[in-house]
């Protein structure tokens, strides 16, 4: 139920994503969400959050595994460019309709409740951890990887809204490419 309550907060926002929808998109009886929700809407929001800041967080973990496993010292370049690529990959492929569920609360934060607005933060904060280690690990100084970090993600989420808005990738491979370079440049001499 909070994967499908994620899944319909980010195509359609917390204002439009009411408890039967997600018992719908779960098949699950509707009774089950009072039983498992018992702070109602209120908590399956900051759950699927939650679940959303930690599901982003081992996309990270993945994605350098993946890119240490090609052989040659990843760069942090291609730690973003697998960041953004997930999405171009995914708009590409069945279009422009979802976005990230943590952005989706954020923008509605007129209709979700201070908790959300908070849970919103802590799921940028379990994202941004993950990234700035990952930086540390690319060699990255580590005064600057928590402010890199921040600026990805933000550069990422700010992306996504604008290709979602033009029905275009542009955004994204703007990000990466004009990003790329300075996250490279950031590594420590010599490493």
Aim: net charge negative; glycine share 10%; charged share 20%.
């Amino acid at each position: 139920m909070v994967y499908s309550a994620a899944q319909l907060i980010r195509r359609d926002g917390v204002g439009a994503t009411g408890m039967r929808d997600v018992a719908v998109h779960a098949n699950a009886p509707r009774g089950s969400l009072q039983h498992y929700f018992p702070g109602g809407k209120e908590q399956l929001v900051n759950e699927a959050v939650g679940w959303a800041g930690r599901y982003a967080a081992r996309q990270v973990e993945r994605f350098l595994a993946a890119l240490r496993s090609g052989g040659e010292r990843p760069r942090p370049s291609e730690l973003f460019a697998a960041m953004v690529g997930q999405w171009t990959t995914e708009f590409e492929t069945v279009g422009f309709a979802s976005g990230c569920p943590v952005a989706a609360v954020t923008v509605d934060c007129v209709d979700a409740s201070e908790s959300a607005r908070t849970a919103a933060a802590e799921a940028f904060g379990v994202w941004i951890r993950p990234t700035a280690a990952a930086l540390r690990e690319l060699g990255i100084p580590e005064e600057r990887t928590t402010p890199l970090a921040t600026l990805m993600i933000s550069a990422l989420e700010g992306a996504l809204l604008m290709a979602r808005a033009e029905q275009d990738i542009r955004a994204l491979a703007t990000v990466s490419t004009e990003l790329g370079p300075l996250l490279d440049g950031a590594v420590s001499p010599g490493v």
